[in-house]
């Protein structure tokens, strides 16, 4: 082989860039192709859409449950609010996984930055949610009876809202990083914006009897 093709520069150029820009180095780990070159932003991309796509349908996963009345529209709401609620933490996760794996291959901070500390808890807290909600809601005996898991409904009410909340904070947070300043370009105004809208669709409609007020 070539010292030209070991070097991975034996192939045409990519449309941006110099030759080898966006190829494999001989012995270099595959996993490195996603972040090769401009794959990099890809994964910005991605990232953002994973995560902007999480706190999406975590906030529908509440407006379809809010205005549940009957016990038939709380069962049907409470399984569509698991189901929806489950793919927008998978979405978070996901989202989570992808800038940490960008960091480790840049050997970045992990925890540097408010927006890191806030989206390291967001998504400790989204798995918890989750967990302790498909528990109380599907397994109520884990809790020891159907009475004690009903119990806790009003805490993980609560603290879903508190968690909506933080994870718009960290949305806007990311605005502040450098990474956003060099590449995205998101103004923190319009994250501000976009948050006071789904506090002011969101907090109106909460009941206050279920929250146990």
């Known amino acids: 082989m070539s010292s030209a093709n070991a070097r991975g520069r034996g192939e045409d150029e990519p449309l941006l860039g110099g030759p080898g820009d966006a190829s494999q180095v001989d ?3 595959i996993e490195a192709n996603i972040i090769l ?6 994964q ?4 953002l859409v994973l995560n902007v796509a999480g706190i999406f349908l975590i906030t529908q996963a509440i407006l379809i449950l809010q205005p549940t009345r009957t016990q038939r529209q709380k069962k049907w709401g409470t399984n569509i609010h698991a189901i929806v609620n489950g793919i927008g933490v998978l979405a978070l996760i996901a989202g989570f996984i992808v800038i940490e794996y960008n960091k480790f291959s840049h050997n970045g901070e992990h925890f540097g930055t408010p927006h890191n500390i806030l989206g390291f808890t967001v998504t400790i807290l989204v798995i918890l949610q989750a967990i302790i909600g498909i528990a109380q809601y599907y397994t109520p005996t884990l809790f020891g009876s159907v009475d004690n898991a009903k119990a806790i409904y009003k ?3 609560a603290s879903g809202y508190v968690i909506l909340v933080l994870s718009l904070a960290t949305v806007a947070t990311a605005t502040q990083t450098a990474f956003n300043f060099n590449t995205l370009h998101i103004r923190l105004w319009v994250t501000i914006v976009a948050a006071i809208l789904t506090i002011v669709g969101v907090v109106p409609r909460i009941k206050k009897q279920k929250l146990g007020l």
């Open 27 to 29: 012995g270099q780990g």
């Open 155 to 157: 805490y993980h009410r």
């Open 44 to 47: 910005a991309g991605i990232w």
């Open 37 to 42: 070159g401009t794959g990099i932003i890809a």
